[in-house]
């Protein structure tokens, strides 16, 4: 039957914690980085994003405002990005690798009023005559920290903004393959859809408990709308990393019984021929979901062959629809996109 979406009401905040506001969802883990020991539970993750949007609000972030956050996946992100949004301001995300330039020239198009910048990367936007805070540890020059800002505003009032579903969350720059990068205005609305379509299988499922290895950039609105917006408001685990390690991502799977992985071409690519995937156990797998672009429908049966997950498919805006191809993977769910393509 028809998708029915909350849209019309809700906003990301309203959408965030409607579900793991509640007493069993305080002390499950929300995010959580292997790589420095970094952990929030939904009850710290609430309050950490309270604290930072008090933060901003203090420095004079206001409705439809622009903040700026250059980062790689951290356990911050969601953070910064959240308390951006709670605020009624607008998070528009960049790409870590990117150049000095190519950072100012989106910081001057989008009208960024702050930059968050990770503190290895505040040398890429020091020239820069926008506001900026290192995203909590000071970097080198002992330039001011969003932890600083928090600690002598914790009691400035949260401001009380009418957030409606229609405005502007997010300015999220398209990658230029068809000319200049483009910034592409997303709603309070385009997030919960999205999260709403991608998880109405899993709801209807009644799949829950879940936890996701996340290596696509947050930046991104893979990973930051239909990953970490869609699974932390169903009250799943994240566990993300700042770059991806091939051999790290099969250690990670296996200390910590990973149930979705999302992945992009190359790396079921790299799990349907390497020989050092077959030393660890991934049986905790569920579900594999490749996004992006297009991989061969020989890769995708190859990972099921190897791995035996019940359920591998992947998405490709490029088509209308996923087709699932009954019976052609004896016990396993095997969807592809390209078939429509």
């Known amino acids: 039957g028809p998708l029915t979406s909350p849209t019309d009401h809700h906003t990301i905040p309203s959408f965030l914690f409607h579900k793991t506001s509640s007493r069993p969802y305080h002390h499950r883990v929300a995010i959580v980085d292997p790589t420095s020991a970094l952990s929030l539970t939904f009850l710290q993750?609430?309050?950490?994003?309270?604290?930072?949007?008090?933060?901003?609000?203090?420095?004079?972030?206001?409705?439809?405002?622009v903040v700026l956050i250059l980062s790689p996946n951290s356990v911050h992100f969601p953070v910064v990005f959240f308390a951006t949004v709670s605020l009624g301001a607008i998070a528009t995300t960049v790409n870590p690798v990117y150049t000095g330039g190519e950072i100012a020239k989106q910081a001057t198009d989008s009208r960024a009023k702050l930059i968050l910048a990770h503190p290895d990367l505040i040398h890429k936007v020091s020239g820069l005559s926008v506001p900026i805070l290192a995203i909590y540890s000071?970097?080198?020059?002992?330039?001011?920290?969003?932890?600083?800002?928090?600690?002598?505003?914790?009691?400035?009032?949260?401001?009380?903004?009418?957030?409606?579903?229609?405005?502007?969350?997010?300015?999220?720059?398209?990658?230029?393959?068809?000319?200049?990068?483009?910034?592409?205005?997303?709603?309070?609305?385009?997030?919960?859809?999205?999260?709403?379509?991608?998880?109405?299988?899993?709801?209807?499922?009644?799949?829950?408990?879940?936890?996701?290895?996340?290596?696509?950039?947050?930046?991104?609105?893979?990973?930051?709308?239909?990953?970490?917006?869609?699974?932390?408001?169903?009250?799943?685990?994240?566990?993300?990393?700042?770059?991806?390690?091939?051999?790290?991502?099969?250690?990670?799977?296996?200390?910590?019984?990973i149930t979705n992985l999302p992945l992009v071409p190359p790396i079921m690519i790299a799990l349907a021929?390497?020989?050092?995937?077959?030393?660890?156990?991934?049986?905790?797998?569920?579900?594999?979901?490749?996004?992006?672009?297009?991989?061969?429908?020989?890769?995708l049966q190859d990972v099921v062959d190897r791995f035996k997950i019940p359920d591998v498919r992947q998405v490709c805006i490029s088509s209308p629809l996923p087709l699932f191809l009954p019976g052609s993977l004896q016990s396993s769910r095997f969807i592809s996109s390209e078939d429509n393509m």
Not at 174 to 202: D, M, Y
């Open 45 to 65: 993750l609430r309050a950490r994003i309270a604290s930072a949007a008090r933060a901003l609000s203090s420095l004079g972030i206001r409705q439809h405002d």
């Open 138 to 257: 000071k970097d080198r020059s002992g330039l001011e920290s969003l932890s600083d800002v928090e600690g002598r505003s914790a009691s400035h009032p949260l401001p009380d903004v009418r957030i409606l579903p229609t405005d502007t969350a997010a300015l999220l720059y398209s990658s230029g393959t068809t000319g200049v990068s483009k910034g592409v205005v997303l709603s309070h609305r385009n997030f919960v859809a999205a999260a709403v379509q991608r998880n109405a299988e899993a709801e209807e499922l009644g799949e829950h408990d879940l936890s996701y290895f996340v290596a696509v950039p947050f930046f991104h609105i893979y990973g930051l709308g239909v990953i970490l917006f869609g699974q932390l408001q169903r009250g799943n685990t994240i566990v993300c990393v700042p770059r991806f390690d091939f051999v790290e991502m099969l250690e990670i799977i296996q200390a910590y019984s």
């Open 273 to 299: 021929k390497s020989d050092v995937a077959l030393k660890y156990d991934l049986s905790s797998v569920n579900e594999i979901t490749s996004g992006a672009a297009p991989v061969g429908k020989e890769t």
